[in-house]
């Protein structure tokens, strides 16, 4: 049986960029964002790990002006922005209808369709989920040399009549993407210490 490979630590300038000098950014360079690099980015976030495979994230990119201008009145003053400025902000919705796709991404075990049978238990496999798909994304976002700027000021009920209407999607949280500058980036707030919120048993 042979070792499982990568298991190698990253570099620390790779660690850097995606978790220690990494920052939520505010003020975006006017450099545009490719289709094909949000095609990369899908690619990289879809291999991230769910239950059952059962991805119930939908990413919804922002782009257009048009898209913009549908998105900006329905965030808190100063989000929107954010959202003016940065070249695009998805926005990461809940697939409450995940299930019918689990024979296709759990070919070895279709039935377990039925496990979402419950709509109480869909909702909650999903928000989990696809809230982990949204962290995935802007891992793999830095990992491309984006920026990422993640955002929950918005109305969450307005977002999903304007944008997911006799849909099953409900929006999750909003994340800017791009290229970022230094300008206007808070200090760097604490972080709680391993012995207040962690515990080896």
Not at 40 to 52: E, Q
């Amino acid at each position: 049986m042979a070792d499982f490979p990568f298991t190698d630590p990253l570099s620390d300038a790779a660690l850097d960029q995606l978790f220690n000098e990494a920052r939520t950014i505010n003020v975006w360079r006017d450099k545009p964002v490719s289709d094909d690099m949000l095609h990369r980015l899908y690619d990289l976030t879809k291999m991230g790990a769910t239950s059952a495979n059962c991805s119930p994230a939908r990413f919804h990119f922002v782009k257009s002006d048009a898209a913009k201008a549908r998105l900006i009145p329905l965030v808190m003053e100063g989000n929107d922005t954010k959202i003016k400025q940065a070249p695009v902000t998805v926005i990461i919705a809940n697939d409450l209808q995940f299930a019918d796709k689990i024979p296709q991404l759990f070919p070895h075990n279709p039935g377990a369709k039925d496990w979402f049978a419950d709509p109480d238990v869909a909702a909650i496999t999903a928000m989990r989920n696809a809230t982990l798909q949204g962290a995935y994304l802007m891992l793999a976002a830095r990992s491309l040399g984006l920026h990422c700027g993640p955002m929950s000021g918005f109305d969450n009920a307005a977002v999903d009549k304007e944008f997911f209407a006799d849909t099953s999607l409900k929006s999750n949280f909003i994340c800017a993407l791009g290229y970022g500058t230094t300008e206007d980036l808070f200090d760097r707030s604490p972080r709680l210490a391993f012995d207040e919120a962690a515990a080896i048993l």
